[in-house]
């Protein structure tokens, strides 16, 4: 029986060797180890066994039931992503969702745990595509998405073209990437986009092909840069932050954006809470300057007025 797990969190950017962080974010299931670490002295012990012979059996028996525990967890994080798939293909054709046809296409015997899926499936709608999900009728629970959130501001969504899933697919990037050291594998990239139910390579009805909207799109515009590893056979690549994100992101917004996906405080993760304070320092600093530039140009031209 799958049970619900204890943490909501979603298979998304977690730092570089977090310790309650799993490969890109999901929540790991407690290894045979840890659990036999806590098993009270005595208990299961069959008369007539040896104490080597109870060891065996007891980490065999642990073993399995952390195998089956993480599973669970991975069968959990698909039907969830899988959900967030169906709730935006139903929504294209703008017609209201029913509990029981997410229940028939999607969750099937999992049904026990449709709030949890559900709940979990919002979060990522509303974060990372920009949509939230609201029962429209609570009588015969249906259910419609709204698309009034942004990820971004305005100004930068204009840059863009608008189009709030697609920053909300940056924001994840660059979240990965700065989680990660300011860096990340090229197939870390892909890895997170596959467990959020997009293909890189097959066409979303969202973001077209997705790897091309990166490399064409976010890199072409600089919002992220791409390069090889140096002294890899065979050659791997890498994604950071380019010149444009730098300039138009600060480093404590997308922290934020992790933080509200972990459902955490961004100072959960000291070392980038306080890189993200320095870079908002220098951004002041900056900033000032700018200012103080602008108003001793303004009074070296006597007549020209700027407001």
Known sequence: MLQTPESRGLPLPQAEGEKD????????????????????????????????????????????????????????????????????VKDKKKSPITRSEMVKYVIGDLKALFPDIVARAAEHLRYVFGFELKLFDRKHHTYILINKLKPLEEEEEEDLGGDGPRL????????????????????????MLRRLGVHPSKNHFLFGYPKRLIMEDFVQQRYLS??????????????????????????????????????????????????????????????????????????????????
């Not at 909300?168 to 890895?191: C, D, F, H, P, T």
Request: glycine residues 8%; proline residues 6%; aromatic residues 8%.
């Open 168 to 191: 909300g697919l940056l924001m994840m990037i660059l979240g990965l990437i700065y989680m990660k050291g300011n860096s990340a594998r090229e197939a870390q990239v892909w890895e």
């Open 226 to 307: 791409y390069r090889r590893v140096p002294h890899t056979k065979p050659p791997e690549y890498e994604f950071s932050w380019g010149p444009r994100s730098n300039l138009e992101i600060s480093k404590m917004r997308v922290l934020g954006f992790v933080a509200k996906l972990h459902k955490k405080e961004p100072q959960h993760w000291p070392v980038q809470y306080r890189e993200a304070l320095a870079d908002e320092a220098d951004r002041a600093r900056a900033k000032a300057r700018a200012e103080a530039s602008m108003r001793a140009r303004a009074a070296a031209r006597p007549g020209i007025h700027f407001w």
């Open 21 to 88: 962080g799993g490969h890109d974010g999901e929540t790991p299931a407690p290894t045979a180890s840890q659990e036999l670490a806590t098993e009270k002295p005595g208990t299961g012990r069959e008369e007539g066994a040896t104490e080597p012979a109870l060891t065996r059996k007891g980490a065999r028996a642990l073993a399995a039931k952390a195998l089956a525990r993480r599973r669970a967890y991975r069968r959990l994080n698909r039907t969830v992503a899988e959900l967030v798939q169906f709730l935006l």
